[in-house]
């Protein structure tokens, strides 16, 4: 028995050939695919003992060298009723989970859970004056969506029957002067069923990436840094999975005049001296627009006045946040003449003003 003949393989071929065509003809002869089957039973012995014995270097060059393998023992006494196949190393477990997995799968026996879609992240970049208010924004997103030619199958429409190429044996042969070649049939894989295709338009993922636009709704008071979900205009899912969503990260501009400090908003006024002492109503930009506020008689530098509900609207209950209004006294760069002697009047009335 030749080992590369058995697993349909040239005498190069390496590691990652092996190990599929190993998975592919297991797929094939496995015994549990085939209960009760001495002849599948058999010819999977045969391709058990071919890919363990390739898969070593050390075995494979011996072999190479025209020094045998060896047999399984207990495999071949036994056969596989009780074999455990956990007491191999990791390498194989992980082959054999890997198999069974897509086996069952194949077999209807249990398909695969069905996949989530991944999340999927946006920027977004707003004027202060967006963000307070709420905007509607379309952004283009390119998401992985159920391929439309193989409605997320991955496959191609076949019917089942035995292969056209290789009429089901799953090799084909071809005569070179006395020497005849056999490789595996190309259409089938080897397998000498039919097989489906993959999808020309997605290469068999089932999914493909579209461009799309998304229309978000960005809640009044939105804040900087803060993150809105779109539900479920992430990727599709996988298998009837859920899609996943779509996180946009918002960014707010600066803004020359505000700035927010949670719900309220602040913001600097610059007032006279005259305003500042006597009392005035003075205008000031507001979010809302221009409003006027009173300066009372005798106002500081640094003070600070609250117009309530004249902020940001609250992302938990809507009620807005207030203005905070700082006024900040202004003196002119230069001064008149007149402007200077009713000063030097000023202080002559008011003398130290209680610097002591
Ligand atoms: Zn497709
Ligand atoms: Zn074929």
Not at 35 to 44: L, S
Not at 119 to 124: A, E, G, K, P, T
């Amino acid at each position: 028995m030749d080992l590369y003949i058995v697993l349909g393989l040239a005498h190069g071929a390496t590691e990652a050939d092996i190990k599929r065509a190993y998975r592919r003809l297991a797929r094939r002869f496995h015994p549990d695919i085939n209960p009760g089957d001495r002849v599948a039973e058999a010819r999977f012995r045969q391709i058990l003992d071919a890919y363990e014995t390739l898969m070593d270097p050390q075995r494979r060059s011996r072999y190479d060298a025209g020094q045998g393998f060896e047999q399984n023992e207990q495999r071949t006494k036994s056969g596989f009723e009780g074999f455990d196949f956990s007491e191999r190393g990791a390498e194989h477990s992980a082959t054999f989970g890997d198999l069974f997995a897509e086996v069952l799968s194949e077999r209807g026996g249990r398909t695969p859970a069905p996949e989530r879609g991944a999340d999927l992240h946006v920027d977004l970049d707003l004027t202060f004056e967006e963000a307070l208010a709420g905007v509607e924004r379309a952004v283009a997103v390119t998401r992985r969506e159920t391929c439309r030619v193989c409605a997320g199958s991955g496959a191609t429409r076949v019917s089942r029957g035995p292969c056209h190429l290789c009429q089901g044996t799953g090799a084909v042969r071809s005569v070179r002067g006395h020497m005849v070649f056999t490789r595996n049939c190309t259409s089938c894989g080897g397998s000498g069923e039919q097989r489906p295709r993959p999808c020309e338009r997605c290469g068999g993922a089932g999914q493909e990436a579209r461009s799309e636009t998304v229309t978000l709704q960005i809640p009044a008071g939105v804040a900087d840094g803060e993150r809105v979900r779109a539900q479920g205009k992430g990727n599709a899912g996988i298998r009837g999975g859920a899609s996943g969503d779509l996180y946009v990260a918002i960014h707010v501009a600066p803004h020359p005049s505000f700035h927010r400090d949670g719900d309220d908003v602040h913001t600097i006024v610059p007032i006279a001296i005259h305003e500042a002492a006597l009392g005035a109503r003075v205008e000031i930009e507001t979010p809302d627009g221009p409003a006027r506020l009173r300066v009372p008689p005798g106002t500081q530098s640094g003070q600070r006045f609250r117009l309530r509900e004249r902020g940001a609207p609250s992302r938990r209950d809507g009620r807005r946040g207030d203005l905070v209004v700082e006024v900040r006294l202004m003196l002119p760069k230069v001064l008149d003449e007149r402007s200077k002697e009713l000063l030097r009047e000023f202080g002559r009335i008011n003398g130290e003003m209680g610097r002591t």
